[in-house]
């Protein structure tokens, strides 16, 4: 059974960094897209970074040159490394899974749709 499991939120001034980790049950990293995501109240959820077994990795043009993602496939963990913080990016941040072998992720990495499998999330609250 696939388990994720969320940490490392919590709430910082702007201009801080958090580092949230994703440790994962149930299957391998290096054979699954593994992605970021964050969903603030009232809008959609929308991708923030994602990383391939290979180590390649998507972000979104809001965190680029602030966030990193990165994974430890011995220990199955996702990070992602948030600096230079902003209130913008309050919201709750998932991480999710896909297995790898889809043609067509790297145009559609950011979509929540197409994965199926999902933490239950850590809030990160940025105040000004």
């Known amino acids: 059974q696939v388990q994720l499991v969320e940490s490392g939120g919590g709430s910082v001034q702007a201009g801080g960094s958090l580092r949230l980790s994703c440790v994962a049950s149930g299957f391998t990293y290096a054979y699954y897209y593994m992605t970021w995501f964050r969903q603030a109240p009232g809008k959609e959820r929308e991708g923030v970074a994602s990383?391939?077994?290979?180590?390649?990795?998507n972000y979104a043009d809001s965190v680029k040159g602030r966030f990193t993602i990165s994974q430890d496939n011995a220990k199955n963990t996702l990070y992602l490394q948030m600096n230079s913080l902003k209130p913008e990016d309050t919201a709750m941040y998932y991480c999710?899974?896909?297995?790898?072998?889809?043609?067509?992720?790297?145009?559609?990495?950011?979509?929540?749709?197409?994965?199926?499998?999902w933490g239950q999330g850590t809030q990160v609250t940025v105040s000004s």
């Open positions: 999710a899974a896909r297995p790898k072998g889809w043609s067509l992720w790297q145009a559609n990495w950011n979509r929540p749709e197409f994965y199926n499998s």
């Open positions: 990383i391939e077994g290979n180590g390649r990795s």
